[in-house]
């Protein structure tokens, strides 16, 4: 990892962690499971019923644990011909604007997020029709942390959050909210993110927020290697 990318702060370190450990077991249980699942077909003729909503569930799981990853190693593509016909102060002014329309961008992503994974959590929705101004008013009749999965079965370490989102009812599947909760949380990454690239070239230590030029970057290095050797 470049210098650049390198968490600046303790929180920073500690998301990078979350970041960087959750997206390699993501990857390594999509990979068992497929695997498993491969062999049990071609094997023995049977596989893991579950094995297919598991690795969906893992993908949009990675996929929201990518998001972020991205926008802190500058690795979202964009198109800056245009923005290289500024001066540096004038790249730099388009560049605090498009991060001001992501920030508000993730803030409404964050909203929508929260509300959805919130019905299945038996949590109070924001109130707001763009922006949260409060939570709604939780009634039990809103309650729906019952809602189950369609195949992955529940684990038996986990009935101890029956009592507390099902009223001691057993689940036969494991709860909507476990996997859904990515939504929320996925986003939050996202908008820490958002902020910490904003504040870098806020503070001149970056000039976009989208892809650096990777392949140039390395030649210059080559380049340079050379000319010291």
């Given at each position: 990892?470049?210098?650049r990318?390198?968490?600046?702060t303790?929180l920073g370190r500690?998301?990078n962690?979350?970041?960087e450990?959750?997206i390699?077991?993501?990857?390594g249980l999509?990979?068992?499971?497929?695997?498993?699942n491969v062999l049990?077909?071609y094997?023995?003729?049977?596989?893991l019923?579950?094995?297919?909503e598991a690795?969906?569930?893992l993908?949009?799981?990675?996929?929201?644990?990518?998001?972020?990853?991205?926008v802190?190693?500058?690795a979202n593509l964009?198109?800056?011909?245009v923005?290289?016909?500024f001066?540096?102060?004038?790249?730099?002014?388009?560049?605090?604007?498009?991060a001001a329309v992501?920030?508000v961008?993730?803030?409404l992503?964050?909203k929508?997020?929260?509300d959805?994974?919130?019905n299945?959590a038996n949590?109070?929705?924001?109130t707001?029709?763009?922006?949260?101004?409060?939570?709604e008013e939780m009634?039990?009749?809103s309650y729906?942390?019952?809602y189950e999965?369609?195949?992955i079965?529940?684990?038996?370490?986990?009935?101890w959050i029956?009592p507390l989102?099902n009223?001691?009812?057993?689940?036969e599947k494991?709860p909507r909210?476990?996997p859904y909760?990515?939504?929320?949380?996925?986003?939050?990454l996202?908008?820490?993110?958002v902020?910490q690239?904003?504040?870098?070239?806020?503070m001149?230590?970056?000039?976009n927020?989208?892809?650096?030029?990777?392949?140039?970057d390395?030649?210059e290095?080559v380049a340079h290697?050379?000319?010291?050797?």
């Open positions: 990892m470049s210098d990318h390198s968490p600046d303790a500690i998301v962690e979350i970041e450990t959750g390699a077991i993501i990857l999509m990979l068992m499971i497929t695997f498993v049990l077909r094997g023995f003729n049977t596989g019923i579950w094995g297919l690795t969906t569930f993908f949009a799981w990675l996929v929201l644990f990518g998001i972020s990853y991205a802190k190693v500058t964009g198109v800056d011909a923005i290289n016909m001066p540096k102060g004038g790249r730099r002014v388009l560049a605090l604007i498009a992501f920030l961008y993730t803030v992503l964050l929508g997020a929260w959805y994974w919130a299945f949590l109070p929705q924001t707001g029709r763009w922006f949260p101004t409060g939570f009634k039990r009749t729906r942390g019952w999965v369609v195949d079965p529940m684990p038996e370490w986990l009935r029956e989102m009223e001691g009812e057993e689940y494991i909210f476990i909760f990515i939504l929320p949380f996925g986003t939050a996202l908008l820490f993110r902020l690239a904003g504040w870098r070239i806020a001149g230590r970056a000039d927020l989208i892809v650096s030029h990777e392949a140039e390395a030649v290095d290697l050379n000319r010291e050797g």
